[in-house]
């Protein structure tokens, strides 16, 4: 039998209340101690305060969004330099393609939304470059990041150092066709506001705010 979903913060079972103070201290201590032990002993707290709340959140924004995936708390530490065994935050992500899509995260920092595409390589990251190269499609991304950014969102995403390929240095979107990925996000940081259930106001207004970037990447970057 599948036990009832809890927000982790008070209210009905699967009512986001909030991210309590109970998840950042929870991080913080984490990056102290990340260790099996420490995990094994605050579990507990992870799930009632961190998973219980995203979920819920989740739950909330997936009738205008979609589904969103919440990520595992394991690091994957095969090919890594760094071999502590757990995230230090916990993330979701509402996919509307490749790696394209909403993201909201709670960590030590507190909360942040975003949205973009993470990651492109081939066809996906040439078919992002035509777009940007367009007359008429280059420009409309110009504008819906620089409204983004007016906004108080951060743009971000790996970017190459010189011009990539095929692409003169001085054409005039040539900061955007440096990119090999590209996001937009805001940190609400540790506003009282992200531990009551105005935070799922927060989400969904910056989401909505970035549909139109989604929905333009969602077209130009195809596989």
Avoid at 63 to 92: L, M, N, S, W
Wanted: charged residues 25%; contains cysteine; glycine residues 8%.
């Amino acid at each position: 039998m599948t036990p009832p979903a809890t927000s982790g913060a008070g209210g009905a079972p699967g009512e986001f209340t909030g991210f309590p103070s109970a998840a950042l201290d929870f991080y913080d201590d984490l990056e102290v101690d990340n260790t099996k032990s420490y995990w094994e002993a605050h579990k507990h707290v992870y799930a009632a305060s961190v998973k219980a709340p995203m979920t819920a959140l989740c739950q909330a924004l997936e009738p205008e969004f979609g589904q969103a995936k919440i990520f595992r708390p394991y690091r994957d530490v095969r090919f890594a330099k760094d071999k502590t065994p757990y995230k230090t935050h916990q993330g979701a992500f509402v996919a509307v393609g490749p790696a394209t899509g909403w993201y909201v995260e709670i960590s030590p920092r507190g909360l942040r939304t975003g949205a973009g595409f993470y990651e492109a390589a081939g066809t996906r990251l040439a078919s992002f470059r035509e777009a940007v190269a367009h007359e008429r499609f280059g420009p409309e991304l110009e504008s819906l990041v620089a409204a983004a950014v007016a906004e108080g969102f951060e743009l971000g995403g790996e970017r190459l150092k010189t011009s990539p390929r095929g692409f003169d240095a001085d054409h005039p979107r040539i900061e955007l066709l440096r990119h090999k990925s590209l996001t937009l996000g805001r940190s609400h940081g540790f506003e009282p506001v992200i531990h009551t259930p105005a935070a799922l106001d927060l989400v969904r207004d910056d989401w909505r705010t970035l549909r139109p970037l989604v929905e333009w990447l969602a077209r130009h970057c195809q596989d």
